[in-house]
């Protein structure tokens, strides 16, 4: 019976030097792992900051130039047309060939525009043009109906469309304004101006 127990006793002996072999490895070699890592980390930040301001300046331009344009990029256009002071704006989504550009690149290919905003989601261009900018509008009872005019640069109305707007449900201001004729500029005005008669 004794000649069991002392064998029980061996073999658990065994096994408990053996997991406690394995948990001091595991715990030396985390130390030598973050060791490795701070040394890593302080070994970078000395790098940099032993680089005299002009490295320094090429280090930042040089990320500064991997910035480029992603394929969901927004290309928003503003265009201020000086004959009649109106500043339109346009959003579109970015061509194929836009793709992956830097800004350098960017400003070559738009080498009219003034680059206002580059991020590699949203791009903001802008020009100056001695234009009348074609989205001037009059808003007229016809038959019933708001009808919609354009004004050329001599406040010449040609028609445009007829809205399916009756004006007979227009509260009695409205109604008066319309039949005065409503000038309306930019076509996201006329958009909202109309949503407001429905």
């Known amino acids: 019976m004794k000649k069991y127990t002392i064998i029980a006793i061996v073999i658990v002996g065994i096994i408990l030097g053996f997991l406690t072999g394995i948990y001091l490895y595991r715990i030396n070699k985390m130390d030598d792992e973050q060791e490795y890592i701070a040394k890593t980390i302080e070994?970078?930040?000395?790098?940099?900051?032993?680089?005299?301001?002009?490295?320094?300046?090429?280090?930042?331009?040089?990320?500064?130039?991997?910035?480029k344009t992603s394929p969901n990029c927004i290309i928003t256009l503003k265009v201020y047309h000086e004959a009649c002071q109106h500043l339109?704006?346009?959003?579109?989504?970015?061509?194929?060939?836009?793709?992956?550009?830097?800004?350098?690149?960017?400003?070559?290919?738009?080498?009219?525009?003034?680059?206002?905003?580059?991020?590699p989601t949203e791009i903001v261009l802008y020009k100056e043009v001695n234009e009348f900018c074609n989205e001037h509008y009059l808003l007229k009872e016809e038959d019933g109906y708001i009808t919609i005019?354009?004004?050329?640069?001599?406040?010449?109305?040609?028609?445009?469309?007829?809205?399916?707007?009756?004006?007979?449900?227009?509260?009695?201001?409205?109604?008066?304004?319309?039949?005065?004729?409503?000038?309306?500029?930019?076509?996201?005005?006329?958009?909202?101006?109309?949503?407001?008669f429905e």
Request: contains cysteine; hydrophobic residues 30%.
């Open 43 to 67: 070994d970078e930040c000395t790098a940099i900051g032993e680089l005299d301001e002009e490295e320094l300046a090429n280090l930042i331009q040089t990320n500064n130039e991997e910035e």
């Open 88 to 119: 339109i704006e346009k959003r579109q989504n970015i061509e194929e060939a836009e793709v992956n550009m830097t800004e350098e690149e960017l400003k070559e290919r738009f080498s009219d525009w003034e680059v206002q905003k580059f991020t």
């Open 149 to 196: 005019y354009k004004l050329d640069e001599n406040e010449n109305a040609e028609f445009f469309d007829t809205t399916e707007i009756p004006t007979e449900y227009l509260a009695e201001e409205d109604l008066e304004q319309i039949r005065n004729g409503i000038k309306v500029y930019t076509q996201k005005e006329l958009n909202k101006t109309l949503e407001d």
